[in-house]
């Protein structure tokens, strides 16, 4: 399974949400038959966690082949994030209880 932040990459390139970053991927992938079928798959049905996770493994091996692109990739989803004063929320392992992924609460949380 890809890192967590490569899911979130791959899930904002499904949803074009980050034209940069689409932009940065989308050259990468120029070349590749195969990487830009699943970006385009991955745009097609950006609800769909099975196209998104292999777009995030396709990122994955294209950061262990080139690291000049796997520091731009983190470089733009950095900036991204600071333009947009986004959080990350991540949860690993398993949750046998109720999980609240928010950015800015005011008041109460029931469940």
Request: aromatic residues 4%; negative net charge.
């Amino acid at each position: 399974m890809p890192e967590p932040i490569l899911v979130s990459i791959a899930a904002a390139l499904a949803a074009k949400g980050a034209t940069g970053l689409y932009d940065l991927v989308k050259r990468k992938f120029a070349k590749d038959p195969q990487a830009i079928a699943l970006l385009e798959a991955a745009t097609a049905a950006p609800e769909d966690t099975q196209p998104i996770t292999a777009l995030a493994e396709r990122l994955h091996e294209a950061e262990a082949a080139d690291g000049e692109f796997a520091e731009a990739l983190r470089a733009e989803w950095q900036q991204i994030s600071l333009d947009r004063g986004s959080v990350s929320n991540q949860v690993t392992g398993n949750v046998t209880g109720k999980v609240v992924q928010a950015r800015d609460i005011h008041g109460d949380i029931t469940f």
